[in-house]
């Protein structure tokens, strides 16, 4: 980082592997280039404009977890900049099927393209290839798109963006209690958007759920050392008044061993009209999505249900962090002063 932190134009972005890289500044700069991207893409000739920033760039989806909107939203983030995307989904058409160890294939992948966005069912994998990247003459850029049940280090910036754009008339996301709900010992999302929480004032924590999927110790440790205070409850509508948002989350039953999550009533933490009925107006519902019953479809008609927006915003919020990855941001800036 720069000496002075507000001065972000020779702050360069590599790889993305965890939340541990972005402090407020950075935080801040990406919500404002989001939304400089989006405001730009409006418009057709602003649109072929984006396009025309990065054409000679390649990247690379590396995801052989299922992922839905994550690939699609990193897909069409590089699109919206001209960088053209190659794929594999599924290690079985890849030569790790043959044999090939997991860093010579990502280190074949670094020969052919300018950037590697990866997603795993393991946990530590996005770590080790940003480890080997810096390690080989053509390093390219690794994003983590999902590493286990540890780490979505870009969901926790989309959630960022549309915390802090669903209370920008009410000073934002600092002084907010936010209420966490479902799976949180396996859920990635929420591990990660609770670490990032550490940039904003007077936030609290508020963990809804059932013992079995209760935050795990080193979530709560990291938050106690930061002076984050949180709150553990397994009674969904006693906390929900207090509540400035609710994150839901899914269970997370692809980590199963042997079924457990079939042994867990959930129906207690779930999101219905009933528990609209107890949250405040002003409040939003936010889910990573995909859901389950956790959220009832009749959710969906109320303006407080943010997660649709949620979903959106994450492929500004992924341009917008690749643009910066590239060091396109000022050409953007340079972009929406001139494109109304
Ligand atoms: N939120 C999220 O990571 O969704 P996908 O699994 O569909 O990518």
Redesign the pocket.
């Known amino acids: 980082m720069p000496d002075n932190p507000r001065d972000l134009t020779e702050y360069i972005m590599f790889h993305i592997v965890d939340t541990s890289i972005f402090d407020r500044p950075v935080l801040d700069d990406l919500c404002e280039l989001t939304t400089l991207v989006r405001t730009i893409a409006k418009s057709p000739e602003g649109a072929r404009c984006l396009q025309q920033l990065a054409p000679t760039k390649r990247a690379m989806l590396y995801f052989t977890q299922?992922?839905?909107?994550?690939?699609l939203s990193m897909n069409n983030a590089c699109h919206i900049l001209g960088i053209r995307t190659s794929e594999i989904r599924n290690a079985a058409v890849s030569s790790e099927v043959k044999g090939e160890t997991f860093e010579d294939s990502l280190r074949t992948f670094s020969s052919y393209v300018d950037l590697i966005i990866m997603?795993t069912n393991e946990a530590g994998y996005a770590a080790r290839g940003a480890a080997l990247m810096d390690s080989i003459p053509r390093p390219v850029p690794i994003i983590n798109?999902?590493s286990g049940a540890d780490q979505?280090p870009t969901?926790a910036l989309l959630d960022i963006y549309t915390l802090e754009r669903s209370f920008e008339n009410s000073g934002g996301i600092s002084g907010k209690t936010i209420g966490m709900m479902g799976d949180l010992k396996r859920g990635r999302?929420v591990r990660s958007l609770a670490r990032l929480m550490r940039h904003y004032e007077g936030v609290k924590l508020v963990f809804i759920a059932p013992d079995a999927f209760a935050m795990e110790p080193d979530i709560k440790a990291f938050l106690a050392e930061q002076g984050i205070p949180f709150e553990e409850t397994g009674r969904l509508h006693e906390a929900l008044p207090e509540l400035d948002a609710i994150y839901v989350t899914r269970v997370q039953s692809e980590h199963d061993v042997d079924d457990e999550s079939s042994a867990v009533n959930l129906a207690p933490f779930t999101i219905g009209t009933d528990e609209l009925g107890l949250l405040k107006q002003s409040a939003v519902v936010m889910h990573?999505?995909?859901r389950g019953p956790e959220v009832a479809i009749e959710v969906d008609q109320d303006p407080r249900a943010m997660y649709w927006r949620q979903?959106r915003n994450?492929m500004w919020m992924r341009v917008a962090l690749i643009a910066k990855i590239f060091g396109l941001d000022q050409e953007i800036r340079a972009l929406a002063t001139r494109i109304d």
């Open positions: 299922p992922s839905t909107r994550t690939f997603r798109a999902g979505h969901q999302t990573p999505l995909p979903e994450g």
